[in-house]
C-alpha cells in the first residue's frame, strides 16, 4: 500500500533502525554518571550531537534534544521571548506556521505580550519587505518556517534573517520539513526540527540557539540539556535520530531530484485528469516531495477514505479531516479552497509505478465523490432570463454543499445578478470567494444572514 504521508511522518529509515537497536545495547545508562557505562552513554551523546550540529550548521554546545519538535518551538519561543523582555514584548509570525508556532503564540498573547501575523501571497509565501515592516523596535523575536507543512512552499529565510539582523531581532526558524534536504541558509538565530520529519523516530526533536542569542529556559529545569529540556534522554531515539539524519542528507541531493520529477508529474497531470482541480503551493520554490491540490465539490473526509480504499494513504488541510472542524489556517491565509483538499507527500524510495497509479485512479474516486454529493457536471454557460437575484439556504449544511448550491444556480440569474449563499459551516467564508476566483464569477462579499450564519453574495459575470 503505497504511503504518500511523509509530511506527517516518514517512515523510519533503516539506518535509524540499526543504530537503534544498537544504541539500545550500549546507550541504556545515565549519560550524566561517571561509571565506565555512563561514560560510554555520554559518548554516544556527544557523537549523535556532533552529527546534528553538522547537519543544522551550528556548533554542538548550540544544539540540545527535545522530547519533540513541538517541544523545541515552545521551549525556543519562551525561552527567547524571556530572555528579551527588556527589548520588547512583541512576537511576529506568519500565517501559515505551524500549530506549534501559533499555539506558542497565543500563549504569549495571554500572557500580556502582543503578537503580529504577517499575510501570504496565494502560493503561500510571505513577501520579505513585509516580514520585515512587521518589525519595530519592541519586536522581541520573529518566527518563520523554511518550508510550510501543508503546501510546500519554501520561504525566504536568508532575506527575513538579514532584515532581522539589521534590528538586532532574532529568527526562530521552524525548519522540520526542511531540515532533511539540507540546512537552512541566511543568519538565522535558533531553529528546530522534528526527527519523525526526517526518517528518525518519534519522540526526539532538536533545538539550536545561536551563541549571543538572549535565551533564558523557562519552566523548572535541571542539569540536562543545557537546562533547556529537563529529564533524562532518551539516548537510543536521539542516537538512531542523528545516524537517520546524517543518512538522508547524504541521499537528499539525488532522492531530492528524483520524487520532484514524480512531483511535477502530479502537479501537471492533476489539472488534466480532473475537472475543477487546482494545485495550491509555489511551483519553483518548494519541497522536492510534497504537492497539495484542491478538487471543487468534493468532500474532503470522504476523498480521503476513498483512496485509502484504493490503497494510497494521503492527508488533508480540510476543516473535514481534523477535530477543530475549522478550516486550515494555511489554506485560509492563502485563500484557496479549503475543502477536496490534499496533500500528497512521497517518502524517500516511492516508485514512479505507484505514482502512475496513483493518478490513474485519482480521477474516478473524485468523479464518483462529486456524483454522490450531486455536484453539478459542468458549469453553466448561456445567459438565463430567469430572477435578477436568487438565495440559497445551506445553513446546517457542511462545505462543500453550499459550493455545490451555488453552482447548480449561478446559471439561473443572469449576468449582472447575484446568487445569495446563506450558510453557517465556516468553510464557506474561504471556499465560495475560492469558487468564485476559479469559476470568473465576482464575490460581492459577506453579512449578517436573518436567520442565523452569515450571507455570501455572488455576482454573475460570465
Known sequence: MPYFDAASAAPLHPVARQALLASLDEGWADPARLHREGRRARMLLDAAREAAAEAVGCRPDE?????????????????????????????VVSAVEHSSVLHAAEAHAAAGGTVAEVPVDRSGAVDAAAFAAALDGGTALACLQSANHEVGTGQPVAEVAEACRGLGV??????????????????WSLLAASAHKWGGPA?????????????????????RESG????????????????????????????????????????????????????????????????????????????????????????????????????????????VLSEGNVRVSLPAGTAAEDVDRFLDVLPGVVAEVRERLGAPASPAAAPAAGPGSLVVDALGRRCPI????????????????????LADDEAARLDIPAWCEMRGQEYVGEGDAPEGGRA?????VS
Not at 455570501?456 to 454573475?460: D, S
Open 170 to 187: 532574532p529568527l526562530l526558524v521552524d525548519a522540520a520539513q526542511s531540515l532533511g534536504w539540507g540546512p537552512v541558509e541566511g543568519g
Open 228 to 335: 533547556r529540556a529537563p529529564g533524562f534522554e532518551n539516548l537510543p531515539a536521539i542516537v538512531a535520530a542523528a545516524a537517520s539524519l546524517r543518512a538522508v542528507r547524504a541521499e537528499a541531493a539525488a532522492e531530492g531530484a528524483r520524487l520532484r520529477a514524480l512531483v511535477d508529474r502530479i502537479r501537471a497531470r492533476v489539472p488534466e485528469l480532473v475537472p475543477d482541480a487546482e494545485v495550491v503551493g509555489d511551483p519553483v520554490r518548494r519541497l522536492p516531495h510534497l504537492v497539495t491540490f484542491s478538487c471543487l465539490y468534493v468532500d474532503g473526509e470522504t476523498l480521503l477514505h476513498e483512496l485509502d480504499r484504493e490503497g494510497f494513504s494521503v492527508s488533508s488541510g480540510s476543516s473535514c479531516t481534523s477535530s477543530t472542524l475549522t478550516p486550515s489556517h494555511v489554506l485560509r491565509a492563502m485563500g
Open 63 to 91: 544544539l540540545v534534544f527535545t522530547p519533540s519538535g513541538t517541544r523545541a518551538v515552545h521551549a525556543g519561543v519562551s525561552g527567547a521571548l524571556a530572555g528579551r523582555r527588556r527589548a520588547g514584548n512583541r512576537l
Open 402 to 421: 453550499p459550493v455545490i448550491e451555488l453552482a447548480k444556480v449561478i446559471g439561473d440569474v443572469p449576468v449582472g445578478g447575484t446568487v445569495t449563499v
Open 456 to 460: 455570501y453574495v455572488v455576482r454573475r
Open 203 to 223: 519522540g526526539v526533536g532538536l533545538l539550536a540557539v545561536r551563541k549571543g542569542v538572549r535565551f533564558a529556559p523557562q519552566g523548572p529545569s535541571d542539569e
